[in-house]
């Protein structure tokens, strides 16, 4: 599970004409972080071994053999779905070299947020991974997912209500 923090959208920029010297494409890429107390949150979750196999253990569908990780940083959004890991590649190359995820959703609750007058929300995106770019895969993990991402976010409030 990815836990995003830049996250940006990775469409954003200036399109060039192919046939002239610059490169077709100039990323502008305006990042939003979450805040170092959800930072510090997210750490203690991903430590908790406990926490994270009786998420897995709960789950009653299809699922993989290990329970979920979660690993934090840095996840682009966009406004289509990429199916083809070269295109990751691409913009992992041009615009993070260590991005973690591409998905749709996340830059638009997070700068959402961050828009938000006072008291700002605790902003959270954490995303079960599911496939990998891959054109050919198929959905039998989707439900595991979703549950998975659902629970962590869960917990994440469950830890901002104690604290």
């Not at 002239?20 to 959800?38: G, H, L």
């Not at 995106?125 to 599911?130: E, F, T, W």
């Not at 054109?135 to 917990?155: G, H, I, L, N």
Request: with cysteine; glycine share 6%.
């Amino acid at each position: 599970m990815i836990v995003g923090s830049p996250v940006w959208d990775y469409g954003n920029g200036k399109h060039f004409d192919r046939s002239s010297d610059r490169k077709p494409f100039e990323p502008a890429i305006y990042q939003v972080n979450i805040t170092a107390e959800m930072r510090g949150l997210i750490e203690r979750l991903s430590q908790n071994r406990a926490l994270l196999s009786g998420i897995h253990d709960s789950f009653s569908g299809t699922k993989p053999r290990a329970a979920p990780k979660i690993i934090f940083g840095p996840l682009a959004s966009g406004a289509a779905v990429v199916a083809d890991r070269d295109k990751f590649k691409q913009i992992q190359s041009e615009q993070h070299r260590k991005l973690l995820g591409i998905e749709m959703e996340a830059y638009g609750v997070m700068f959402a947020a961050q828009e938000l007058p006072h008291p700002k929300p605790q902003t959270l995106v954490a995303k079960s991974v599911q496939d990998y770019a891959d054109e050919e895969k198929d959905d039998r993990f989707r439900p595991y997912a979703c549950f998975t991402s659902a629970m962590v976010a869960a917990a994440a409030i469950d830890e901002l209500r104690n604290t």
